[in-house]
T-cell receptor
Framework: DTAVSQTPKYLVTQMGNDKSIKCEQNLGHDTMYWYKQDSKKFLKIMFSYNNKELIINETVPNRFSPKSPDKAHLNLHINSLELGDSAVYFC?????????FGSGTRLTVV | AQSVTQPDIHITVSEGASLELRCNYSYGATPYLFWYVQSPGQGLQLLLKYFSGDTLVQGIKGFEAEFKRSQSSFNLRKPSVHWSDAAEYFCAVGESYNQGGKLIFGQGTELSVKP
């Protein structure tokens, strides 16, 4: 049973397309996150949700829209994909400073 | 603003040698500190964490880290490195939940192991 699962694992798409990445956690955690890891491997927070409420929205383009239908799910929708969006996107969840990460989604925009 | 600095971008050690990866943090309150490891193409695995108490923390895979408040450091050590330890290592500080509770990561240190 995977604790934090992301789908898809790999995503190759053309510029201008719209795509979604899904994340689910079965740990009962109350907070979920999206992180972006760039080509230099730097990890940066994008969004955080606590019990379906948006808590953190870093300076991310409006083309990125998170959605949390319930506290076990946090999806990321990206409109009008650009070359610079190519990265690895990690979902994570936490409870009381215990953080668990998904295995990542490698997005390649061509 | 809170931040984490890992001064070494890349370190190479010989197999069997000791290892120390440096981490300095800037955080106003008592920090929650973490070390993660990322093997190529993989996700992040927690090595160890420090919240309070004993400043020497033991983790998985034979790693340990020491919290030094006076130096704002949380360096990771291993007495004898194995070839399988080659990976990217990230130090992180956890913000308080009233600030969002996110992890702030350092830039990472890539560890290479020579046979």
């Amino acid at each position: 049973d995977t604790a934090v699962s992301q789908t898809p694992k790999y995503l190759v798409t053309q510029m201008g397309n719209d795509k979604s990445i899904k994340c689910e956690q079965n740990l009962g955690h109350d907070t979920m996150y999206w992180y972006k890891q760039d080509s230099k491997k730097f990890l940066k927070i994008m969004f955080s949700y606590n019990n379906k409420e948006l808590i953190i929205n870093e300076t991310v383009p409006n083309r990125f829209s998170p959605k949390s239908p319930d506290k076990a799910h946090l999806n990321l929708h990206i409109n009008s994909l650009e070359l610079g969006d190519s990265a690895v996107y990690f979902c994570a969840s936490s409870l009381n400073y215990g953080y668990t990460f998904g295995s990542g989604t490698r997005l390649t925009v061509v | 603003a809170q931040s984490v600095t890992q001064p070494d971008i890349h370190i190479t050690v010989s197999e069997g040698a000791s290892l120390e990866l440096r981490c300095n943090y800037s955080y106003g309150a008592t920090p929650y500190l973490f070390w993660y490891v990322q093997s190529p193409g993989q996700g992040l695995q927690l090595l160890l964490k420090y919240f309070s108490g004993d400043t020497l923390v033991q983790g998985i895979k034979g790693f340990e880290a020491e919290f030094k408040r006076s130096q704002s450091s949380f360096n990771l050590r291993k007495p004898s490195v194995h070839w399988s330890d080659a990976a990217e290592y990230f130090c992180a500080v956890g913000e308080s939940y009233n600030q969002g509770g996110k992890l702030i990561f350092g830039q990472g240190t890539e560890l290479s192991v020579k046979p």
